[in-house]
């Protein structure tokens, strides 16, 4: 078992009998799910059931150091570890299903996008607000001095989450806030991020930035106009860099950061749901691991 994995051996047996695996046109796909940093699956809103429903197996991930019920403030996380959990759990999946796709959402986003550059294995990837620079309206002007303070050797803190934690629809935020203040962690992730985990995110970006060419799988971004932690620019960067030949972007007019659990977050499952039994379809009988290697056929660069 890989030392970064969450889950021992007993507990990956016990998983692949809960993985809910479906009948149907789309029964040999998986779809892995990578929450935000220090998040939780609660995230993710209706998407994973919407995919169940289409007949993909849904594999919600949790990550030692990145998922919030197993995240040590004191230990530095290395985002490397972060991918190599994935990679190592598209492997396995990839011995008992046809295709494998990753839909990540903020920092997930970012995640699943270091892990297509590195992997061949996947037939698409969602990307959910990806973060390829905290340049939101809601980002404080000391953003970037908080690198400077962890670099000179101080980093016992944290990223406290404040108004409006992601979320444009106010009785949604007022759950949210109420959530954090009692548990610490709500559907828009924890309440607070460590400056290690933080760090280790800004490197994985670093890395992203520089590999999107090697980006092939299908792409999808759904991104708000409004997003108050990353700007549309983020989308935009990601959706000009990658060479995936299937590639689509959809803006979103009425929501913040978290897409999933705002306004508009029937359009943000839907569209995910559509995007990736689209894939798998127009793939169909051609898939082979020698035919992931190499780009779709099929332009969609519609934005």
Known sequence: MDSQSSTDSSTLVSEARNDDRHGGPHKDHAVILLHGLCGSQLEMGSIPKQLKKAGCTVIPLNIDNYSAALTNPRISPDWEAWCAVVESRVARLKEEFRTVSLCGLSMGATLALAVAARSKDLLSVVLLSPVLQYDGWSVPWYWKLLTVVYDMGIRNWSYKESEPYGIKNFEMRRRVAAALEKDGVAAVGAASIPARHLRAALRMIAFVR?????????????????????????????????????????????????????????????ETVMFIKRSIEIHGNELSRKYLGHSSPLKDRRH
């Open 210 to 270: 520089k590999s999107l060419p090697l980006v092939r799988t299908d792409t999808l971004i759904i991104h708000s106009i409004d997003d108050e932690t990353a700007s549309p620019r983020n989308a935009e960067v990601i959706l000009q860099h990658i060479n995936a030949e299937v590639r689509k972007v959809i803006w979103l007019g009425d929501c913040y950061h978290i897409i999933t659990v705002d306004n508009e977050r029937e359009i943000v499952t839907n």
